[in-house]
């Protein structure tokens, strides 16, 4: 079997909840393994509903995006372009979205004071160097919106 980091596939990786009468507990990192080591962990966050932050990708940094508070959709476009994969994050439901390299990617906020952690297997100034970015809305507006269903 292909070891998940060789497929070069975006995924969303469940992640376990401990929950006892205390509260709770996330163990994100424990649960990546078979992708390569992550040397950096950010917050971003978005004041209300409704900002987009995209699109961009990178050459050889792999993302790891999870929500704690609030819930996001994100976009990614598959490889060739012109395809996109649309996945929900919420913190109601905890999971990693994984995006690989050559992947353009953003979200918008589905809700207000959404934040999201994110983690990467580059340095700050390894994914400068290695950024390629593009106009959210190069393929129009209808990826960001929600459709109703």
Known sequence: MK???????????PIDCKLDDRGFLYQIYGSLGGYPPIKRVYVVGNHSKGVIRGFH???GEYKFFFVVSGSAKFVVEGG????????????KQPAVLVVPPGHFHGWVSLSDDTAI?????????????????????????????????
């Open 3 to 13: 070891d998940r980091a060789e497929t070069g596939r975006v995924r969303l990786v």
């Open 57 to 59: 990708k990178h050459r």
């Open 80 to 91: 060739g372009g012109g395809s996109f994969d649309t996945f929900v994050l919420s913190a």
């Open 117 to 149: 952690v994110g983690m990467s297997n580059y340095t700050l100034a390894e994914s400068e160097k290695d950024d390629i970015r593009k106009d959210p809305f190069a393929h129009g507006k209808d990826v960001w919106e929600t459709k109703p269903r």
